[in-house]
């Protein structure tokens, strides 16, 4: 509560609210946040606010920026992240809202949290949800694998969520144009700020996976792998960030599990997922839909789900075809099937990339699964033929 009660930039925002849903008479019930130093870009707050006149509670999570020079000199393009989010709360997904309206389609976004309210004020960077754990959502373990289940419902999402970008290009060409033009690609940043951290990251993560190979079993992925040396890892991750051209979409951009959250119904083994919701904007760029697929995939799945790459393709094409009919495109001519497996080929690298310094965030405390786990994705990718 100290720590919310002195940043009064949140505290206004949080009355402006109270004022628009006619909460006359508030108070907060629940303060938490993150540790000082947990968030890499800012500051996590979960706020409670009681209307004391009804009784009626409005759950909301907060996002606010580092506001010290020092900590946002150390995290590195703080503005562009947070300019990132925002605008897609405000440009973005009211386009691809307003659009399907104008289709006759309603309620088809669901998978975007509410955003209340925003400040754009530089140092100052806020934004307000809705708390998602308040309407029974979930974020997966992040030592846990996902499995078939929520790897399905996640590539369905994805489908779904990148058609928008297809049928609004086709449709509205200029509206689209206008819509991506002020985008930066934000991993292209941050590899290129002065002493990039992520860079650093990158290429020290990249280079102790030679380590994990074995000699006499590994060896054709061992020579593979020794083209990535030095600053080659770093040149062919700048190759799968690049715009794919007329097969790009607006994408999600962070698409490890801590960036998911699930609902999910009760089963006989336990519980299956039935609902998600994608969180965190702040990467949002123009690329492959490919570089949100492997991203999730090869951050979050053990290698019996990989060698199920086929399999999740045909689920997500399949929902995105459907979906992309709905809208009023033709699949065939925007995003064959083909042109998916030719993306995978060329652009399922990022995901790897990713997945090396991901997987060591998961398991920080567990060396011999992230050595094994990333042992086994090279695996995967030299059998698919894309190492």
């Known amino acids: 509560m100290e720590m919310l009660q002195k940043r009064e930039d949140i505290v ?4 402006d609210l109270c004022r628009e849903k006619r909460m006359l008479d508030y108070s907060f019930t629940t303060v938490k946040t993150n540790k000082e130093g947990e968030g890499y870009l800012g500051y996590f707050f979960m706020v409670t606010i009681k209307d004391n006149a009804s009784g009626k509670e409005l759950d909301v999570a907060i996002k606010a920026a580092f506001t010290e020079d020092s900590a946002r000199k150390t995290a590195g393009p703080v503005e562009v992240v947070f300019e990132n989010e925002i605008y897609f709360y405000t440009e973005v997904y009211p386009a691809f809202k307003s659009f399907e309206k104008d289709l006759g389609i309603s309620q088809t976004m669901d998978f975007v949290a509410e955003c209340f309210k925003v400040s754009r004020e530089k140092q100052r960077e806020i934004l307000v949800f809705e708390n998602l754990t308040a309407s029974n959502f979930e974020v997966f373990p992040k030592k846990l694998f996902l499995d078939f289940e929520h790897i399905s419902l996640i590539f369905k999402t994805y489908a779904r969520f990148h058609a928008y970008s297809f049928a609004l290009r086709d449709q509205r060409p200029e509206e689209y144009a206008n819509l991506i033009n002020v985008f930066q690609n934000t991993y292209a940043v941050f590899l290129d700020v002065k002493n990039s951290l992520f860079k650093r990251s990158l290429l020290r993560f990249a280079h102790q996976v030679e380590e994990y190979l074995k000699p006499g079993e590994d060896d054709l992925i061992i020579e593979k792998y020794k083209k990535y040396r030095g600053d080659a890892f770093i040149d062919q991750f700048r190759e799968t960030i690049a715009e794919p051209g007329d097969y790009s979409a607006i994408l999600h951009g962070d698409c490890w599990s801590n960036n998911l959250m699930f609902k999910y119904e009760a089963t006989e083994d336990g519980k299956k997922p039935i609902d998600m919701r994608l969180l965190d ?7 492959s839909p ?25 689920i997500y094409y399949d929902n995105f075809s459907s979906f992309l009919k709905e809208l009023g495109s033709d699949p065939e001519k925007l995003f064959p099937y083909e042109a998916l497996k030719d993306h995978w080929k060329k652009y399922s690298r990022f995901g790897m990339s990713m997945a090396i310094i991901m997987w060591k965030v998961k398991l920080v405390e567990d060396e011999e699964t992230y050595q094994r786990t990333i042992r086994q994705l090279l695996q995967h990718m030299s059998e698919i033929d894309v190492l």
């Open 12 to 15: 206004a925002l949080i009355n």
């Open 281 to 287: 904007w702040q990467f949002i760029k123009i690329g």
């Open 290 to 314: 490919v570089c949100d697929l492997s991203y999730c995939l090869y951050s979050g799945a053990p290698k019996e789900i990989l060698d199920s790459l086929d399999t999740f393709l045909k």
